[in-house]
């Protein structure tokens, strides 16, 4: 495949090298050539058939609805931009083409969502809880949007809401904890990134799915089907 990669920061370099050892034929594209979108016309996009962006919250808007005109399938790994997924939701709808996006690529975190979901049964056990994430100095975002579903998977299986606590200190790939204490013991899960390789590969993976598809995706419903 031809792949356009948006951001050439620590991530968006990782996603390059995946996409290359998995032979697709890749350009990138860093944010000081793209400013608000200028670059992705319908005629520079045409001979890719998907787009992968980690970018930033600011430019991953207009960088989608450029790619929707153009009806390229976007791949969406940058976090903190949700609030506007409903309005980008109904132009792809409109525009016959694809969004794939999630919280982590992750195979091993989506793995661990379904363990968080588990063992929120605590909360119904007199466990109280928290949510404890760390991350790099640069991430933009905080709570991270891992974290955010963690919450969101917790409360949706108890109706009960757990605190996020967020750490941004040196070069932390990326860590997750979900902490549950009662009386008589503690529950620690703890997911561990130890570099981007892993988001890499599953944001690659779901450019492979997503070409040919319409539609918007979160990539916790079908990363199994990859």
Known sequence: MQLLILGCGKTGSQVADVAR????????????????????????????????????????????????????????????????????????????TGILYGSNFSIGVNLFFEIVQTAAAAMNFDYSGQIFERHHVQKKDAPSGTAIVMQKTIREATQKELEIVSFREG?????????????????YLCHDSKSRRGFAEGAVRGAEWIVGKSGVYDFHRIWRDL
């Open 171 to 187: 070069d932390a790939v990326g860590m997750h904890e979900l902490v549950f204490n009662s009386p008589a013991d503690r529950i």
């Open 21 to 96: 050892e998995r032979r697709h034929h890749v350009q990138t594209l860093s944010g000081a050539s793209n400013a608000n979108s200028r670059a992705l016309t319908p005629e520079f996009l045409a001979p890719f058939n998907a787009v992968i962006d980690f970018t930033t919250p600011a430019a991953v808007v207009p960088n989608a609805e450029a790619c929707i005109r153009a009806h390229k399938c976007i791949v969406i790994g940058t976090t903190g931009w949700y609030d506007h997924l409903p309005r980008l939701r109904e132009q792809a709808l409109a525009a016959n």
